[in-house]
């Protein structure tokens, strides 16, 4: 079945960059990943989309969060990257990746990565 993994470091200091990567296996079709989706849940919060990349590589954002936010992929297009700067303690989350055949669907989750801001 289809698995979802975060990666990337669990403390980042204020001011720096945040950058995670969520690597996709056991697809059987690219339509199983063809928006691949980052969002958050800070404590006390609920989730909050962040962006998406889609299979050919447009990108959207969430406005609240974009002059700060990229998303990429590789070129197996099984690996997507999210890059949050000048981050600060209120960016401290849980960050998922997820991914679906459509927009707006979360059809596979990764079980999440827990990233801490604080100096």
């Known amino acids: 079945q289809v698995q979802l993994q975060e990666s990337g470091p669990g403390l980042v200091q204020p001011s720096q960059t945040l950058s995670l990567t969520c690597t996709v296996s056991?697809?059987?079709?690219?339509?199983?990943?063809?928006?691949s989706n980052w969002i958050r849940q800070r404590p006390g919060k609920g989730l909050e989309w962040m962006g998406t990349i889609g299979y050919s590589g447009n990108t959207y954002y969430n406005p609240i969060l974009k002059s700060r936010t990229g998303i990429s992929r590789d070129t197996s297009k099984t690996q997507f990257t999210l890059t949050l700067s000048s981050v600060a303690p209120e960016d401290t989350a849980v960050y998922y990746c997820?991914?679906?055949?459509?927009?707006?669907?979360?059809?596979?989750w990764g079980q999440g990565a827990q990233v801490t801001v604080s100096s």
């Open positions: 056991g697809a059987t079709s690219s339509t199983n990943y063809y928006y």
């Open positions: 997820a991914t679906g055949a459509r927009w707006g669907n979360y059809d596979y």
